[in-house]
T-cell receptor, first 113, second 113 residues
Framework: KNQVEQSPQSLIILEGKNCTLQCNYTVSPFSNLRWYKQDTGRGPVSLTIMTFSENTKSNGRYTATLDADTKQSSLHITASQLSDSASYICVVSVTGGGNKLTFGTGTQLKVEL | DGGITQSPKYLFRKEGQNVTLSCEQNLNHDAMYWYRQDPGQGLRLIYYSQIVNDFQKGDIAEGYSVSREKKESFPLTVTSAQKNPTAFYLC????????????FGPGTRLTVL
């Protein structure tokens, strides 16, 4: 069964600090991995996408890494801001079409002053 | 949220009633999707449509129905047969069914009274 597990479930950090979120997956055959940011009560917005051959991808203060051998990904947030408070969702897709996405349960991040 | 709108933002339903959630997109996307989001769970696929006048059941279609009479519209009806309909519902679209970058709407929160 395809699964995506994220850790930690929730995280509180001070503004300006860095943090790293983890994603482990058992999805086959792997096509790509995305990180989404979801503000409370809103729809998810894509941050990064990585295919099998990509090890790292950056989007501003967000940097995602992918280790396809160990089936692990991380999302590193640098110099956090209050607006980074959101749920971060890891999504893995297999080849075959748009109904082949497996969503993680998300990491709830809160950035405080 | 791109060019996807969902209405209403909040919806309250009495037990035994059917309700319809609206989803409209102006992205000229062929494929559209409905997901359900519950606390502590990843998004789960209810129905998807690869192209106008076509739709397929997802993982949790029981108690739901959809139509795709127009390319830009993909309404979801939550019927009285859905035993636990209280949830956050997200609509998404992608350029084609085989391009899995999905763009999400802002969501509708349905509460059964």
């Amino acid at each position: 069964k395809n699964q995506v597990e994220q850790s930690p479930q929730s995280l509180i950090i001070l503004e300006g600090k860095n943090c790293t979120l983890q994603c482990n997956y058992t999805v086959s055959p792997f096509s790509n991995l995305r990180w989404y940011k979801q503000d409370t009560g809103r729809g998810p917005v894509s941050l990064t996408i990585m295919t099998f051959s990509e090890n790292t991808k950056s989007n501003g203060r967000y940097t995602a890494t992918l280790d396809a051998d160990t089936k692990q990904s991380s999302l590193h947030i640098t110099a956090s801001q209050l607006s980074d408070s959101a749920s971060y969702i890891c999504v893995v897709s297999v080849t075959g079409g748009g109904n082949k996405l497996t969503f993680g349960t998300g990491t709830q991040l809160k950035v405080e002053l | 949220d791109g060019g996807i709108t969902q209405s209403p933002k909040y919806l309250f339903r009495k037990e035994g009633q059917n309700v319809t959630l609206s989803c409209e997109q102006n992205l000229n996307h062929d494929a559209m999707y409905w997901y359900r989001q519950d606390p502590g769970q990843g998004l789960r696929l209810i129905y998807y449509s690869q192209i106008v006048n076509d739709f397929q059941k997802g993982d949790i279609a029981e108690g739901y129905s959809v139509s795709r009479e127009k390319k830009e519209s993909f309404p979801l009806t939550v019927t009285s047969a859905q035993k636990n309909p209280t949830a956050f519902y997200l609509c998404a679209s992608s350029r084609s069914y085989y391009e899995d970058t999905q763009y999400f709407g802002p969501g509708t929160r349905l509460t059964v009274l």
